[in-house]
């Protein structure tokens, strides 16, 4: 298998309310939910950078494809990184997911590995991480 990742699909309880933080409040490009005429086909896919995609799929959906049953959900199963090339648009980034509905959970300030970063939720609980890397150069 070579490393390959092309979609990342994100689990979601309310896919309206989820494509509106993530279209409207963060301000991801999207054209809107598709595939409503299948049945567990619903999905709001957003389009990243170099080919990757973000999809929105409702959790019971990915339970029936998937072939598993639906369980509790937890918010540390994983983190979506997103890096940046200030602390300005660390504190940036994370007001603006603030003012999208995002719940704070950690304020953007110093890394114990020389960093800067942020924690925040998504309206499903998904976790990410907003964060500046004095090693990293992010590319525009």
């Avoid at 494809?65 to 994983?78: K, L, V, W």
């Avoid at 719940?103 to 953007?108: D, F, N």
Wanted: glycine share 10%; proline share 5%.
């Amino acid at each position: 298998m070579k490393p390959r990742i092309t979609v990342i699909t994100l689990g979601v309880d309310d896919l309206e309310k989820s494509l509106a933080f993530y279209r409207d409040g963060l301000g991801f490009p999207t054209e809107g939910i598709v595939g409503k005429e299948f049945e567990h086909g619903a999905v709001a896919f957003f389009d990243l950078q170099s080919g990757l995609k973000l999809a929105l799929w409702p959790r019971g959906d990915i339970a029936h494809d998937a072939n598993i049953p639906q369980g509790a959900h937890s918010a540390t199963e994983c983190t979506i990184g997103h890096n940046v090339n200030s602390k300005a648009e660390v504190d940036a980034v994370m007001e603006q997911a603030k003012k999208a509905g995002a719940r704070i959970l950690k304020p953007a300030g110093e890394t114990f590995w020389g960093g800067y970063a942020g924690y925040f939720q998504d309206p499903d609980d998904h976790v990410w991480e907003v964060a500046w890397n004095p090693d990293i150069q992010i590319a525009e």
